[in-house]
């Protein structure tokens, strides 16, 4: 089993910043990727940020030259930088990993959610 963990969040003023960190622990061969989705009340959970084994990284549109993804391998953790914040960034941020546990198990795990409220 594996369990992620994440911290951070909490509430900004637009324009301000925070970050986010997501562990990932327990039975771990390798990481195929971790990343962060976000849900705003009413809406679909969507993709903020991801970041592949081999570094590569993709941001959702909305986040570009605003968010940064990082990771400390050693750690299995993973950052999420925001800053310039909006109103619109308000929504539970929830870590995402794809974990493989053996040569042939490959599963995907979410964290509990953390909520990001920016007061305008």
């Known amino acids: 089993q594996v369990q992620v963990v994440e911290s951070g969040g909490g509430l900004v003023q637009a324009g301000g910043s925070l970050g986010l960190s997501c562990a990932a622990s327990g039975s771990i061969f390798s990481i195929n990727a971790m990343g962060w989705y976000r849900q705003a009340p009413g809406k679909q959970r969507e993709l903020v940020a991801v970041m592949f084994s081999g570094g590569s990284t993709r941001y959702a549109d909305s986040v570009k030259g605003r968010f940064t993804i990082s990771r400390d391998n050693a750690k299995n953790t993973v950052f999420l930088q925001m800053n310039s914040l909006q109103p619109e960034d308000t929504a539970v941020y929830y870590c995402?990993?794809?974990?493989?546990?053996?040569?042939?198990?490959?599963?995907?795990?979410w964290g509990q959610g953390t909520q990001v409220t920016v007061s305008s």
């Open positions: 995402n990993a794809e974990i493989r546990e053996s040569a042939i198990l490959t599963r995907n795990y």
